[in-house]
């Protein structure tokens, strides 16, 4: 039986083509839905700025996410906070090309 998904783990803000997005925790299956959600809200023109810094798990459901959110809008997503073992999951996937990654 499947838990069901933290509440606090996807959390966002849009305000004037300004998108906040916050993933904690576990990123995984459960949280497809509510990651959907984000993805349609953001608009075409909106600067997406998505916070990574209490990610403890990010997989195929998280990929997925980032995936279809650069095709989704015209900006580069902005990532924050990024811990580095999902830095080396972007680099190995080719996803760091696509977003811009905070410099070490």
Known sequence: MATPAEPDAV????YDRLMLVWLRGAIDPQHAPV???VRTVAGRDDRVVLDLTAVTFFGATALNF???LVDHVYKPVI???LPDFIRE???RTGLNGMVSLPVR
């Open 89 to 91: 999951v972007l680099t």
């Open 79 to 81: 990532i924050s906070g």
């Open 11 to 14: 959390q966002w803000v849009r």
């Open 35 to 37: 990651l959907e959600r």
């Open 66 to 68: 980032l995936s279809a």
